[in-house]
């Protein structure tokens, strides 16, 4: 993966995801909508798990570069 593919993913798991999850919850608050909690849950899932992808590829692409360094 390169560092544009990574800094994207990474923008839309720290940033974009959590501020959809606050925009929704606010926007539910004040409309009823049919199953809004699992709505929420359901996205705030979503970003846990593509921040969870990116902390592992960040971890495999340090120790790549720490290696690709020594050697």
Known sequence: MNSKTFDI????????IQA?????????ANIP???SEAILAIVAAVGVFIG???NGWRK?????DDGEAEG
């Open 9 to 16: 993913l990474r923008y839309i798991s720290e940033v974009v």
């Open 20 to 28: 959809l999850v606050v925009f929704l919850g606010v926007v539910f």
């Open 33 to 35: 909508v049919a199953h």
């Open 52 to 54: 969870s992808l990116v």
């Open 60 to 64: 495999a692409y340090n120790a790549q």
